[in-house]
C-alpha cells in the first residue's frame, strides 16, 4: 500500500510537472470573412495559418495563406501567399534574421513573386503594456507577372516596425507598417500597413478585426495602385 502511494505521488508529480512545462511551439488558425476594395471588389472567406518554434536563440515563424472566390464559374479574387522567416538573437535587445517569401495576387497583377531578405531588428519597447519592434534589411524581389505586363526583378531595401498595446488581459491592438524600397527604380517603392484589434474569447478562441493596406506606386499595365482589405476573423490557438 505504501509503495502505491508513494508510486501515484510520484506520477502525480510528473503530471503537474508536464502541465507546467512552456512548449517551443505556436499555431494560430485563423478563418475570415473578407471584404476587399481595389483591383477586385468582393466578399469571401479566407483562411491563415502561424506556426512559431522558439529553440531560446534561434525562432522559426512560417505563415501560410489565401482567399479564392467565384462568381457564376469565374474567378473574380484570388489571393496566395507564403513565407519562412528565421530569426537569431545578438546582443542585448537585436537580433538578425532571414526571410523569404511567396504570394500570387491575379487582380494585382501577380502571377508569382518571390521575396528574399535579410537583416537586423531590435525591441525598442518591450514592457507587460507597450511592445514596439523595427526591422532595417535588403533582399530581392523576383516578380512575374501576368500576361502583358512586363515582369520585374530588382534589389530592395526594407524598413519595417509594429507596435502592440495591451487593453486588458484579453484584448491588444497593433498596428504595422512595412517600406519596401526600389534600387532599381526610385519610384518603385511599394508599402504595406496593418491594424487589427485581437480580443480573447476562450483560452484557444479570439476574434480579430482588421484593416490591411498595401500600395505599389507602379503596379504595371492598368492595374490600380492601392488594395484594402477588411476583414473579421475568429482565431484558433494551439
Known sequence: MKISIIGVSLLALGLNAAAQEVKPWKDAAELSYVQTAG?????TISGKNLYNYDWGKTALEIVAGGLGTKSRNTVTAEQFNASEKLSFKLTGKNYAFQKTAWDKNRFAGIQDRWDAAIGVGRHILNTADD???AELGGGYILEDRMP????????TFRGYAKYIRTLSASANASQDLEYLGNLKDSSGYRMNAET???ASISTHFSLKASHTWK???L????????????SVAIIVNY
Open 39 to 43: 483591383n477586385s471588389k468582393t466578399s
Open 131 to 133: 511592445n514596439l519592434f
Open 148 to 155: 502583358g505586363v512586363d515582369n520585374e526583378s530588382f534589389g
Open 196 to 198: 487589427a484589434l485581437v
Open 215 to 217: 500600395y505599389v506606386n
Open 219 to 230: 503596379p504595371g499595365g492598368a492595374f490600380k495602385k492601392t488594395d484594402e482589405m477588411n
